[in-house]
């Protein structure tokens, strides 16, 4: 399961789950899009066997993922068990014991035993029932055609013509799925296909068969949002810059884009975190954010990212560090992977650990209940789109490695804290100082290690800001007692809450930055909602 953010397509879960929190916040359904947006209709505004009913009854499932922040639940599923009589027709107790699986049969029958003489399809549509019926949104993606793990470069599931996938059934699924489930509305959407990928891939079949799969689901229920994803593994839609994709069904296209660390693990442990942000954003908007921007931007949002959550991975830690401030500053809609903590068997193990999972391994509770604080400015609606111009645009400045916001208190104090009541910002620019909204206070430093404060001096060095460094996640001003020391805007590791400056040490073509702890990264994030 994968789970989706916020309010419109904020926030996303992936079952196989992902969760998601940013379909933005919306306020009724069905959902359309508006430019780069995804809105609700009316007011324009953003807005197999399913893993884990072995832990939890799914009720409490479900609430579990409305309780963490999210709104919208990307659920995968196979063509086979589509368009298979022998699939589908398969009870989930039968499908367990082909596996072997008499362990998590076993505690079905104790969490959820009205599941297991359910036929597969059954199952799923009793899961999709339930999450609504609870209040989350749901995103159906065809994940595979023939049920496996997911997802290797040629495993007969990875683009059109391969051993499992076929063309026509393809289509024939997404036509029985949108067809089941066009009456209910909390299914907002249809992903038509995970991760294309292997050596059949081509652009010329692409075009053909994803504008047949769109047309086929627009056809039978016009209200979904169809999710087009690209080549490479769900990271490539550069293409599409050369030859758009040719269909908006009506406002209901929404293109999707995977951005994981794995793609790049030894550059991540190895380059200057700075320099490898730089590249892996620039790749990012590149290959598939480029369709937010323009003179015709398009609704895009990363349908996969997640990382090993036990904090222990250098790479993982350092990508989203990067992820965090890169995302934020553009309010992308995004889906976590993962809900599910374990799997009933997966690449010839049971019960194997998915330590990717936002829930620990007994779904009793959050894996890193510090993860998901992180995660609360991502969750975030920031920026609006029909009433934005009655609202003064504003920063917000958001710490990378906390997830943090640099808040102003009732004392008039600087302190790192919570983003849902953060304070506003205004900046004009590199030399310029940042102001607090409203007032004719602005951000001072005081000295290396000390910490920063709000002042009616203005005009002095120390409160003129500079964004420095290769990916501008410094921000900076002359040190009062040695001018050719610059002092960056800084949090304690240990401490986050705490905003001081300490003199830079990575900046603009420094290579000796390898160990940087990225404490000193903040991003100015705009923002217009009042």
């Given at each position: ?412 104090k600087v302190h790192g804290s919570g983003c849902q009541h953060r304070t506003k910002w205004t900046h004009s620019g590199d030399g310029w100082p940042i102001e607090l909204m409203g007032s004719n206070l602005c951000l001072k430093a005081v000295g290396d290690g000390r910490p920063v404060k709000v002042s009616t001096d203005c005009q002095s060095q120390q409160s003129r800001w500079r964004r420095v460094s290769k ?60």
């Amino acid at each position: 399961m994968e789970m989706i953010r916020g309010t419109t397509l904020k926030t996303l879960l992936l079952i196989s789950l992902s969760v998601a929190a940013t379909l933005s916040v919306c306020e009724s359904l069905p959902l359309s899009t508006k430019g780069r947006w995804i809105v609700d209709d009316v007011t324009g505004r953003r807005s197999m066997i399913t893993e884990g009913l072995h832990s939890q009854p799914i009720g409490d499932i479900a609430d579990k993922i409305s309780e963490m922040g999210f709104n919208c639940v990307r659920l995968t599923y196979p063509t086979f068990s589509w368009t298979r009589v022998d699939y589908y027709n398969k009870t989930v107790a039968e499908s367990l014991d082909s596996l072997n699986a008499t362990e998590a049969k076993a505690m079905i029958a104790v969490q959820n035993p009205r599941f297991l003489s359910l036929p597969l399809r059954e199952s799923y549509e009793r899961v999709v029932g339930e999450l609504g019926r609870r209040g989350l949104m749901l995103i159906l993606d065809n994940h595979v055609s023939k049920p496996m793990w997911c997802c290797e470069r040629e495993d007969g599931n990875g683009f059109f013509g391969d051993k499992f996938f076929d063309p026509e059934e393809w289509i024939e699924g997404l036509s029985q799925v949108a067809n089941r489930f066009k009456d209910e509305s909390h299914v907002i959407g249809m992903s038509m296909r995970n991760e294309l990928r292997g050596q059949r891939s081509n652009q010329k079949d692409w075009y053909k068969y994803m504008r047949e799969g769109a047309k086929a689901i627009h056809s039978i229920n016009p209200n979904l949002l169809v999710v087009v994803s690209g080549l490479n593994f769900a990271n490539d839609l550069s293409f599409l810059k050369k030859k758009p994709f040719g269909l908006t069904l009506n406002n209901k296209v929404v293109f999707e884009a995977h951005w994981y660390s794995f793609d790049a693990t030894e550059q991540w442990n190895d380059k200057p975190p700075e320099q490898e942000c730089k590249d892996r954003a620039r790749e990012f908007y590149r290959e598939a954010g480029f369709l937010t921007e323009g003179d015709n931007p398009a609704p895009l949002f990363i349908s996969e990212f997640g990382m090993d959550l036990r904090m222990g991975n250098v790479a993982d830690n350092r990508y989203f560090n990067c992820y965090l401030p890169t995302v934020a500053a553009k309010d992308l809609d995004w889906a976590l992977w993962t809900l599910q903590a374990s799997y009933y068997y997966r690449q010839r193990s049971l019960f194997l650990e998915e330590v990717y999972s936002v829930l620990d391994f007994n779904r009793e509770k959050p894996r890193n209940p510090q993860f998901l604080e992180k995660l609360t400015i991502l969750q975030e609606m920031l920026q609006g789109i029909c009433f934005c111009k009655f609202a003064s645009p504003y920063y917000v400045i958001v710490h990378a490695k906390s997830g943090l916001c640099v808040n102003v208190d009732g004392e008039k104090k600087v302190h790192g804290s919570g983003c849902q009541h953060r304070t506003k910002w205004t900046h004009s620019g590199d030399g310029w100082p940042i102001e607090l909204m409203g007032s004719n206070l602005c951000l001072k430093a005081v000295g290396d290690g000390r910490p920063v404060k709000v002042s009616t001096d203005c005009q002095s060095q120390q409160s003129r800001w500079r964004r420095v460094s290769k990916e501008k996640l410094h921000l900076a001003v002359r040190d009062e007692h040695n001018h050719t020391n610059s002092l960056c805007l800084d949090a304690s590791s240990s401490d986050p809450s705490s905003i001081v400056t300490r003199k830079c040490t990575c900046k603009e073509g420094d290579l000796n930055c390898h160990h940087e702890e990225q404490s000193n990264w903040f991003q100015l994030v705009p923002s217009n909602i009042p």
